[in-house]
Structure formats: structure tokens, C-alpha cells
């Protein structure tokens, strides 16, 4: 099966089983032009022909982890789930970012978006989220839908158009993605916007979130950053990619291989266009990188990083995926182990000044600005925490309100109180 690859409506490459590895993917040098965007840092346009793992970490990181979605999309629309090429060619139509990929004969019909919107009510909507919550495999994406999302949160896509919602079909784009939270994790997509909030109220640059009432079930709502909706109405797709596909890894967390902080750093400066360019894009994502460990956020690995490609120029994405773990219980009752570390010190219990010092050093920042920039955060993060949960007790949420200030807010004071300890 050969699937072409379009970026921005224009097909700019194909992937194929390859003849001596897996998949080999080609651009397509008549569609290249200086003003080109690569589809991903890791297959750069300087070369034409690519093959091995920086091919299977592009295709898988635009599909679902969770294998229940990834087998309940194969079964839908007979694909092989083994295969991301065939998922593709059944999901392809809506991926992160501007790609889309499908069979050749389907390219007029992709790049024109043609698909339908159903009206969702929100009845739908709240059934649809019960079935995530309750089945035993889930099915993230419905007949008529060619979306993929990745990640491991069970969610799925969606449309806001004209003040309703809409499902989109064939090869519409989403808008926003609507996740009822992680399953066991009591309150969890709830605690997960107060964090996004939290972090937007402290100035750093998250996707824009809202906890959202669905009759019966509660969710979160996020605004896809990668679709833009220009003055005709027409929603545009954004290209960007995680991190992991950026440096052609399957590993995400670092103690299992995944990228380091001080490797993010490196690649940053290495891929931006300009000395200004890369300053921006390190602080933003050092930012992340305090934030997270700021608030013990457990889940904060490489593949919850994007960057924008647009052209040779490389801007780093909005923060999304943040979610506090101060409002559960770890299993020793002490250790906080982060996806990524601070100078080698994963327990977001321990680190310290010394390790952000250790940590400029390493990555070539000023230990003194960025201790600073620790300390800013440590020193609002309370503030902004108290002020993201008061405005959502305005809702009719003061059960769930209650229930999670109750647990968040001791072990954030003690923690933010403990950390100003070892910023000494």
C-alpha cells in the first residue's frame, strides 16, 4: 500500500513498505520549493528518500498509544493494526498538525476537506463520553470519522461551528479535542484544566482549555492550537510535531531512553533560525520544564512538547497535556518521579537549587536567571492555583470544586513550601 502524504492541502511526499526496511518515505521533489515546510525535523528536505526509525517515529506519533483505540480503528475500517501505514489510510484525513495522508485516488477529494458535519447535541456528546469512561475498549473514533489523535488519554475530536458542536467527518478538520480524563484517577480532566489555567495565569503559553458540562458528564475542552480559523471562516491546519518525532524516538519518558531536558535544549538552539529564535524557544520550553516540576506533574515527557514548522522556521508550541499529580497519593508516600529529570534527579520532592544550577550549566543557560525564573514561578503558582479554582466554583462544580481543593491545596502549599526550602 503507498500512501501520499499532503501537507497543506499539496501532497508533498508518499511512504511505502519499503523494499530492505519497514517504510521508506519520498518526498516529492516537482512539489518542493524554497518556501517548503518539512514534514518533520527528523526528515528534513535535503533528502529525498528516508527509511528506519525516524520513518516508523513519524507515522506512529501521528496515531493513538492506546492500543484499545488503535485496534477499535483497525476493526471499524479493516486496517491492520499492526501497520501504520493501513491505520493511516483509514485515519489519516485529520492528523496533529497540516498533514493528512491517504491513497493516491483519494488526494482531490482530502485536499478539497471534503467531509460532512453532523450536528453533536449534547446529549451525544455526554453519551459519547460515557462510553469512554465505561467500555472496555473504547472506540475513540466513529464510522464516518478519519481523524487520528495521539497520545493515551482516551478522547476524541471535534468541531465548533456557529456556537454548535459537530462531528467531522471524511476529511473535515477538528477544532477541539474533548477528553473525559484518565480513567481511575478520580476528578483527573478537572485537575487537568485548573493546571492549564494555573500555568496561563502565571504567563506561560498554554493551550486554552475550559471544563465543560455535557448534561450527565463533565469534560475537558481543549482549542486544537494547530487549526486557525482566518476571516472567511475556513479553518486553516497549522503544522507542528511533538518532540519525539522531531528527534526520531519512540521513547518518551528519559529514564527509558527518551529525550533528556539538556537534549531538548541543544535541539532547540540547533534547529531555530536565528540566535533570537532559539532563546525564545529554550525559555519557553525551560518554562514547561519549571512548571512541571513545579507542580510534580508526572506526565510531562518529550511527546507532550511541540514545536510549529513553518518553512525553515521553528517556533515552540503551546504547553498542553499538564496535569499536577500533588492531588494523589504516590504509592511510598514520599517520591514524586517526574517523566523528565533536573540534573539527573527525577523525584520532583528532591530537586532543588543546586539541581537548576547544575542544570544551566549543562544546557548553557545563566544559573542566576534561572534560578530566578524557578523562584517566579514557585512564588505564583499557589496564587494562580487558588485563583483557577475559584473561578471554576463559580459553576455549578462545588461537589468536584471542593473535592479537589481539598486534596490539591495542602500538598501544594506544602510543596511550594518545601521547595522555597531548597531554593535557599
Request: charged share 20%.
Amino acid at each position: 500500500m503507498k500512501l501520499a502524504i499532503l501537507l497543506h492541502g499539496t501532497v508533498i511526499a508518499q511512504v511505502e513498505p519499503g523494499k530492505n526496511s519497514p517504510y521508506e518515505l519520498t518526498y516529492l521533489v516537482d512539489e518542493i520549493t524554497p518556501n517548503s515546510t518539512p514534514l518533520s525535523l527528523a526528515l528534513p528536505l535535503s533528502g529525498q528518500r528516508f527509511t528506519g526509525k525516524r520513518v516508523e517515529a513519524f507515522l506512529w506519533g501521528l496515531l493513538p498509544e492506546n492500543a484499545s483505540a488503535r485496534q477499535s480503528a483497525a476493526s471499524l475500517y479493516g486496517a491492520d493494526v499492526n501497520d501504520p501505514i493501513s491505520l493511516l489510510a483509514a485515519i489519516g484525513r485529520d492528523c496533529a498538525g497540516a498533514i493528512q495522508l491517504c491513497a493516491f485516488d483519494e488526494v482531490p477529494s482530502v485536499a478539497a476537506e471534503t467531509g460532512e458535519l453532523d450536528l453533536a447535541s449534547d446529549a451525544a456528546i455526554e453519551q459519547r463520553l460515557a462510553e469512554l469512561k465505561t467500555s472496555g475498549e473504547p472506540s475513540w473514533v466513529l464510522w464516518g470519522e478519519h481523524w487520528s489523535l495521539p497520545g493515551m488519554q482516551e478522547k476524541f475530536g471535534i468541531r465548533w461551528q456557529n456556537d454548535q458542536w459537530w462531528w467531522a467527518k471524511g476529511a473535515a478538520p477538528t477544532t477541539h479535542i474533548i477528553k473525559p480524563g484518565v480513567r481511575d484517577a478520580k476528578h483527573q480532566a478537572f485537575i487537568e484544566h485548573v493546571s492549564m489555567r494555573a500555568a496561563a495565569l502565571l504567563g506561560l503559553n498554554v493551550a486554552h482549555t475550559t471544563f465543560t458540562d455535557f448534561i450527565s458528564e463533565r469534560a475537558i475542552v481543549v482549542e486544537r492550537f494547530d487549526r486557525v480559523k482566518v476571516q472567511s471562516g475556513r479553518i486553516v491546519r497549522q503544522h507542528q510535531e511533538d518532540l519525539c518525532q522531531a528527534l526520531a524516538t519512540s521513547a518518551k519518558y528519559e529514564e527509558h531512553g527518551g529525550p533528556s531536558a539538556v537534549t531538548i535544549v541543544q535541539f532547540l538552539r540547533d534547529v531555530s533560525g536565528s540566535p533570537r529564535a532559539a532563546r525564545a524557544n529554550v525559555a519557553a520550553f525551560v518554562d514547561g520544564l519549571i512548571y512541571n516540576t513545579v507542580i510534580a506533574a508526572p506526565d510531562a515527557h518529550a511527546r507532550n512538547y511541540s514545536v510549529f514548522l513553518t518553512g525553515d522556521e521553528v517556533e515552540f508550541a503551546p504547553l498542553y497535556d499538564v496535569a499536577t499529580g500533588l492531588a494523589y497519593e504516590v504509592d511510598d508516600g514520599t517520591s514524586r518521579t517526574l517523566a523528565m529529570s533536573v540534573s539527573d534527579e527525577f523525584d520532583a520532592n528532591l530537586i532543588g537549587k543546586g539541581h537548576w544550577k547544575e542544570f544551566a550549566l549543562r544546557a548553557r543557560l545563566d544559573p542566576d536567571d534561572l534560578t530566578e525564573r524557578v523562584m517566579q514561578i514557585v512564588n505564583g503558582a499557589d496564587a494562580a492555583f487558588n485563583r483557577a479554582l475559584a473561578e471554576s466554583a463559580t459553576h455549578d462544580w462545588d461537589e468536584q470544586v471542593a473535592d479537589v481543593t481539598n486534596r490539591l491545596r495542602p500538598a501544594l502549599m506544602q510543596h511550594i513550601a518545601s521547595l522555597r526550602h531548597r531554593m535557599t
